[in-house]
């Protein structure tokens, strides 16, 4: 007897790349029937020829085959490749479904795709949900951290399931709806955005230990492995102990100097500074990390240019102190890193009416996903016990543990200035964090050079209105 598959299924997932059949594997081996579908069948048959045994799948050539085996109202994650082809395989998709399904891009959306398509599906009675999907093939497959955005009443239905297939901390599940719309892609592109600066400022660490310390990669790798047991315990403190310690097979070299240096990028750390010049937030750490990873893109430019750019620098210095050092300035420009994140969620919650619980998102950031730290504990604690703290920087625990580091962070800053060693990410996090502590910014002169040349107009610090001053005559005061 052929078995009745004919809308039975809870839920289905097309788009069966790495991220979706692994995602199609953790919610079958948590019970769920899974409907699986990709446009090139042949993933359809390798998913279920090597792994079919593990829970219960539905193979479907077809999308209308896929909609058809689905029980009501129907759930579809896409796993696409994020811009055309989601929007691709949605208009594949409306036609065949009813009011109330629900459409889920588990992709790496751009947030303003995602409020049009909800807009858009939302007209023909149809909730489609952006969530962010973090942890890459390993997390898909044993626990990702899921940041769905779209109505609360898709959430009702599709938020026990996706829940029940996060990763968990103390329990709780690394899943929480973020908010309307393109909420949960927003969240989910600026922890990508944190994702850069956080490896840039781990690279930065690795390149200042080298060059100025002197250490090699192995020994360096044996550094990153012991902060990982204190305040830096992070998932990607973690792995550059390993890729740190890795050895080419080939050629017996530190993997790391046979690699070819040049950051690739797929955009989400762009879209995040984007966003934020457009909020007019400084996340100065994600922008840094985009920059140097388009620097390093360049080799013609870095190779035309070498010769001709020296720069006389002691060899290296005395490493006694610098590895501590080191650590504190890591510590204290990631703090600075995620403030500046949690800043741009907060604003962009603001302009688009999201009401985004900052408490929340560092909550499920906690596990699953790439930037999962311990810290974030830290985080979660501070938002929750202030909701509306101005900078994560003052909040007691972040501004003592900064205070702390301080000295340290301006000698590596110094040091590696002085070794001609570039850390943009240290640099301008310290800069920063001097910016926001000035009593007076030099933006006041910025303002006196706009109405000199433009007659932009200026406030005063002793009274009210905007103020011009005759600078071509005889550079009296008149009220703008
Ligand atoms: N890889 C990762 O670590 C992470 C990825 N993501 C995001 O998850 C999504 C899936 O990522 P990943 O698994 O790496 O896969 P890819 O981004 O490499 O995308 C490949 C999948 O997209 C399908 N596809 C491409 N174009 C079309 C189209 N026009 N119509 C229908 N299907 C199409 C492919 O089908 P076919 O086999 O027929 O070519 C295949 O299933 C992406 O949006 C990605 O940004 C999110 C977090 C981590
Ligand atoms: O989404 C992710 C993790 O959550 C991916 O790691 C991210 O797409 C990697 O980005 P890039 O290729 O730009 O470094």
Redesign the pocket.
Known sequence: MVEQTEGTARIAV?????????LARNLARHGYRVAVH???S??TTALIEQHGQEGDFVAAETMPELVAALAKPRQIII????G???D??ID?LVDLLEPGDMVI?????QFADTRRREAALRERGLHFVGA??????E??LNG?SIMPGGSKESYAHLGPVLESIAAKVDGQPCCVHVGPDGAGHFV?MVHNGIEYADMQLIAEAYDLLRRAGGLKPAEIAEVFRGWNSGDLESYLVEITAEVLGHVDAATGQPFVDVVADQAEQ?G?GRWTVQEALELGIPVTGIAEAVFARALSGHVDQRVAVRDRLPGDVPSTVAVDGLVDDVRHALYASKVVAYAQGFDQIRAASQTYGWNIDLGAMATIWRGGC?IRARFLDRIREAYDGNPELPSLLVNDYFADAVEQAQQAWRRVVSTAVQAGVPVPGFSSALAYYDGLRSERLPAALVQGLRDFFGAHTYRRVDREGSFHTLWGADRSEIEA
């Open positions: 097309t788009g069966l790349a790495t991220m979706g059949s692994n990709n446009r090139t042949a993933r796993m696409v490749k994020a055309q082809p989601t691709a395989v594949e891009d588990g992709g790496n959306a962010g999907i973090s942890g890459g093939e997390g898909a990702p989910k797929k989400t790439i």
